[in-house]
């Protein structure tokens, strides 16, 4: 089942997609259920999605000098 866009009709969880990103998503789907394996559906990446990656990535490396700066701290007394 592919979501089409039709007037009076709201597809829940359903991005806006073109035809051909839509059947691709079926092919991968088919392809997942002929193999056994569970359904995952991925939502495409949004901005705020990479913004969100990235200040992570920034937050992880802030804290990891910080850990880094402590245990120089405690090993020079």
Do not use: C, K, N
């Not at 979501?3 to 991968?28: C, H, I, K, N, S």
């Not at 359904?39 to 802030?62: D, E, K």
């Not at 910080?66 to 245990?71: E, F, G, P, S, Y």
């Amino acid at each position: 089942m592919v979501p089409t866009a039709e007037e009076g009709w709201q597809w829940v969880g359903a991005t806006a997609r073109t035809d051909r990103e839509r059947a691709q998503q079926a092919v991968l789907v088919v392809r997942q259920m002929a193999e056994g394996q569970p359904v995952r559906i991925s939502p495409p990446v949004t901005a705020w999605a990479i913004v969100g990656y990235v200040l992570g990535g920034l937050f992880a490396l802030q804290m990891t000098f910080v850990l880094l700066a402590l245990i120089i701290a405690l090993l020079q007394r």
